[in-house]
């Protein structure tokens, strides 16, 4: 069976988030080193790369909106993006904070901070939101 790579799906999908108003789907393709924001029929509205995110491995969707997403690798980063998913609005960690291989990130509402899961060391970091 053949895929048909004309076809907006014929991406990597390592990790989804959907916006708090359901109209926007962020998917991050970490081979690629993009994180792309799709509309509730499947067309891409926006597609994001910065040099400080290599191997996009998680995004996350605040419930007030704000998008977040974690590079791997050598970016060792977390972003915030735009809602639009086109630019690049804050780097909120680094390795010098750190990250080491964030794998995984999600804001917590109630203690305001941000919690980035990392792969190979067995810590779990919590960044205080100023």
Known sequence: MEKDCNHVFCFAVDRCA????VDKLYITNSTQHKLLTLARDGSVLATFMDPELEWPTCVHVTPAGQV???GYKNSKTVLQVDRKGSRKLATLATG??????????????????IVVGQNGNNKILVYKVK
């Open 18 to 21: 959907v916006s708090p108003t």
């Open 68 to 70: 977040l997403v974690c």
């Open 96 to 113: 010098s904070d750190g990250l080491q291989w964030p794998k995984s990130v999600c804001y917590n509402n109630n203690t305001d901070s």
